[in-house]
């Protein structure tokens, strides 16, 4: 008897369960990812503006980068914190009207920021090249803007999925009229497109780095390992820290809309709704991680920072 009755009651603790821990705690990542992404783009702008390094391109995109990220969390994650929160919207997301370009920006402004990642592993894989390749162009400072331009414009025509497939419908908002349509789009364009690509170009990269090595090593010189490749390492682990955070969201988007032959339980459905909820915010990881993973990675980086940021303290507290 006692067994039937705890049976009936398991499903209801874990929705129950389910529900606090997304309303009490989940619910204010938003807040913290804001918080640390404002952090660390202000730390990436004191560094990447110094004139140690502001002329390196691969430097540039990272900034553009860090511009991208800002955006994307105030943009995305705080408007949504303070619409679950606090009922406070942001004027265009109940205006029919403009419930398409709402969306596209959803969209556009997390693949821009990893369009820019993309673009400095492309310029690091185009330092590792021979002087004779004509990829080797890559490098010169004068190709940025249009690189840049050409990032942007990827990204504008990867994300026009959202108007062509948003619509706003009474009582759901601002919707996908074909779901499924727009689900593999979303998956091929951002969740596989993206991260093979710089997968590519980090192989590519690594090849290069080892063929330069074993060059070096057979003629007797010493490799000074000097301004080539000195973000690599540091580009190398944001790859890998996006692609990681990037898969677990996908997983989870994929596993969510798949359609099931049999409907899922209440019990069933809290749990997948709430590691879904859980998911889509640490897909914001990628907007927040830089400035911290290039602390860690690149000593270049770091003694760029503790530079700029000295310089910014009182000068009695440059004297102590």
Request: net charge positive; proline share 4%; aromatic share 14%.
């Amino acid at each position: 008897m006692s067994t039937s009755n705890n049976t009936s009651i398991q499903p209801s603790n874990t929705v129950f369960l389910a529900s606090t821990i997304a309303r009490r705690y989940i619910i204010h990542l938003p807040v913290i990812f804001v918080v640390l992404g404002f952090i660390g783009f202000l730390g990436n702008t004191l560094t990447y503006l110094q004139k140690d390094i502001r002329t390196n391109p691969c430097s540039i995109y990272l900034f553009c980068g860090s511009i991208a990220d800002i955006t994307t969390l105030l943009y995305n994650m705080l408007g949504n914190y303070l619409a679950a929160v606090h009922g406070v919207y942001i004027p265009w997301v109940k205006l029919p009207n403009l419930c398409k370009f709402y969306s596209y920006f959803l969209g556009l402004l997390p693949h821009l920021s990893i369009n820019f990642l993309v673009m400095a592993i492309i310029d690091r894989y185009a330092s590792t090249c021979t002087l004779t390749v004509c990829i080797r162009r890559l490098n010169d400072v004068k190709m940025v803007p249009w690189l840049i331009g050409l990032s942007i414009l990827l990204s504008f025509i990867s994300s026009i999925r959202s108007l062509i497939l948003y619509d706003y419908q009474d009582g759901k908002g601002c919707v996908p009229t074909q779901p499924l349509l727009n689900n593999i789009l979303y998956t091929i364009i951002n969740g596989t497109i993206q991260p093979v690509t710089m997968c590519i170009f980090v192989f590519l990269t690594f090849r290069n780095v080892r063929q330069s090595r074993q060059r070096v090593s057979g003629a007797g010189l010493v490799n000074p390992r000097r301004t080539r490749n000195q973000f690599i390492s540091m580009i190398l682990t944001q790859i890998l820290a996006t692609c990681l955070i990037s898969l677990q969201w996908m997983i989870m988007y994929i596993y969510y809309f798949i359609p099931v032959q049999t409907p899922r339980t209440a019990e069933q459905q809290a749990i997948v709704s709430f590691f879904y909820s859980l998911t889509n915010y640490c897909y914001y990881l990628n907007n927040v991680k830089s400035f911290y993973l290039s602390m860690l990675t690149s000593n270049l980086f770091r003694k760029t920072f503790v530079k700029a940021f000295i310089k910014f303290l009182p000068r009695h507290q440059h004297q102590r």
